[in-house]
């Protein structure tokens, strides 16, 4: 429940809650493949792997399928916004072809291990749906559906979205996509690779790898994981020996939902770059209702006023789709990489055995379960026709990424170079209101303190624990932020997401 709102968090955490917590290790371990992160790359490459014989560990942080994963939109669609022409234009038509490809042999290969698993996972087969209500935006518009269709997929230019209760200028429409509920999908895919022999392990975060033969991991509780080969898949890499993180750019982004009349709910799914993204699916509910699901306003983590956010959120959903009952908000993050293509494979050049998959860019579904069998094969000894478009070491960023690695590492310094310089109007201990938080000055040091709603004050470092940039707090979901690379507290310090695997430091104010 939030508690702001007193309205319900994730409608995929409600309806598929977790059950009782698998234990850490008790004690060192030896395992074929060690895979860093339960969410659905991660356990994805986990359940390939296990098929193919190997004996694997899954290593999370948390709990499995409750982080990013838990909190998607939940759409399989290998049509990802305007992806397609920019491909075109970066990697060539045979590069939009092989990722066209490669995420709908995702989406069917998801399919047919629902079927195979016997699991109820709410799966509906939609049509996925690029519009505008912009007429100067119908050019992109036309071009996706032309590099689309270039790249093999069932797309076509459409000026009308009968569907939706309000006009459209055009849109992109491709058919035969899917929309599911993630949680019951990726727990019964977990029960699975029990039964094959995998290891679950929550409550376990890996704080260090060394790479060789064999790799050794150390999770924070002092327990050696020795494995032959090691797949990060934390969503952001905790280890990152290519510096991703020069690539990568944090999003987050709000979900509404509300229930609404089965005769009034869209069936297909629909997505709109305008107005920082607005994205709409609906999904089975109850009592003649259907859960709309309303995403978008996505911001820099510890950038933006997120409960104003929410209030533009909800407020458009509400007066686009009247008769909506708001039940549910959360959000969500994910991370963009500078060319529009997810990271999977090898972690660096030199690597041999030790893999990552980063940067879905909002779309892990499809994403995360390519990645798995891209991984799979890969650690298999095989290469999919698409490992070379998606392979991390495939370009030298500055070339080929130009304008928006740039603008990355610019925004980047200013958050690391710019937030240490003295602020014009350090808020005093004595303005931060209860719920909220602010970095202040406390003896020439920066802290980041937090107000409770008894009105006590707490207060850590300021300094994010990943690379150093300050963090800022936001009070819609009550955590501390870094704008940098993602990374995200609670009021006391411990990590909610990484990349960071320390906590923020506690610190001491003085007495009042
Ligand atoms: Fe990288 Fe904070 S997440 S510096």
New binding site residues.
Partial sequence: MDAITGIQGSYWLETAPPGAPAPPPAGDLTVDVAVIGGGIAGLSTAWELVRQGREVAVLEADRIAAGVTGRTTAKLTALHTLVYDRLRRTRGPEGARLYARSQAEAIRHASEIAGELGVDCEWEEAAACTYAEDPDRLGELRAEADAAREAGLPAEFVTELPELPFEVAGAVRVSGQAQFHPRKYLLALTDDLRRRGGTVYEGTRVVALTEGEPCVLRTEAGVSVRAGEVVIATHYPVFDRALL?TRLSPRRELVVAGTIDEDRAPRDMYITPEQATRSVRSAPYRDGKRLLIVTGEHFTPGTADVEERFDRLSGWAGERFPGLTFTHRWATQDNDSTDSVPLVGRLHHGSRHTYVATGFGGWGLSGGIMAGRLLGDLVGGREADWSGLYDPRRLAPVVREGKSFLKHQAQVARHFVGDRLPSMTPPALADIPPGHGAVVRVGGQRRAVHRDENGSLHAVSAR?T????VVAFNNAEQAWE?P????RFAPDGHILQG??VRPLERRELPEA
Avoid at 466 to 469: K, P, R
Avoid at 484 to 487: L, N, P, V
């Fill in positions: 993180f994010c990943h690379l150093g940039c870094c940098c690379h993602g990374s990349p960071a």
